[in-house]
């Protein structure tokens, strides 16, 4: 098979969609053989609306909901993590695999890596405690700071629940105020309800 020359279709006029999408497959192996391909994302349909995917080679790194502008979380990854992103869904097709099984009821728990640089300490302490609260059980925000050893780090726990990078993999929809009310979420209080009535 002939490999294309990735300008040649300069010379010919506007490239099909064909050739764009095998130059764009060139670039992606190229960028992986060569160890350039920092971040791989791609958009998934859900039940709540695109989610943008994206991951290092270390394993997903951020989820986004369509509400937090997919252009401006890419542009924040290329800031804080590397500016080598390419959409390139290979890397990622095991978890949007993963999720499509999650919305149609047949999987509880999810088992694909993790990248979670974009947290740190306490911050981190939360989201590693929330990948412990299972489907279908809630807890509350004053029972996951206690669980993290911070009893009056309530309001902090919220914040770390709000910017939780990993949204649905990590499960911060499973945390509700003490009186029960949700509380809030990235997503939406739209989308934590419905989660939340997916997993009864």
């Not at 500016?83 to 509880?108: I, S």
């Not at 728990?109 to 412990?132: K, N």
């Amino acid at each position: 098979m002939t490999e294309t020359n990735p300008l040649a279709f300069l010379a010919s006029g506007e490239p099909d969609r064909a050739t764009l999408d095998r130059l764009h497959r060139q670039l992606v192996d190229a960028a992986a053989t060569q160890r350039m391909l920092d971040v791989a994302y791609m958009t998934v349909d859900s039940p709540l609306g695109p989610l943008l995917l994206a991951a290092t080679e270390t394993g997903v790194v951020r989820l986004a909901y369509e509400s937090e502008d997919h252009d401006k979380v890419l542009q924040a990854l290329a800031v804080k993590v590397s500016p080598r992103v390419l959409y390139a869904p290979g890397r990622l097709d095991e978890a949007a695999r993963q999720l499509e099984g999650y919305f149609t009821g047949r999987r509880h728990a999810f088992d694909v890596p993790l990248d979670l640089r974009l947290s740190a300490g306490f911050r981190r302490q939360v989201l590693d405690h929330l990948r412990t609260i299972g489907y279908g059980r809630t807890e509350s925000y004053a029972g996951v700071a206690r669980a993290v050893g911070r009893d009056r780090a309530v309001r902090a726990v919220g914040s770390a629940c709000a910017t939780n990078p990993i949204p649905l993999l990590v499960p911060c929809h499973r945390v509700l105020r003490s009186d029960g009310t949700l509380g809030g979420y990235v997503g939406g209080l739209g989308a934590k309800r419905a989660l939340l009535a997916l997993e009864r």
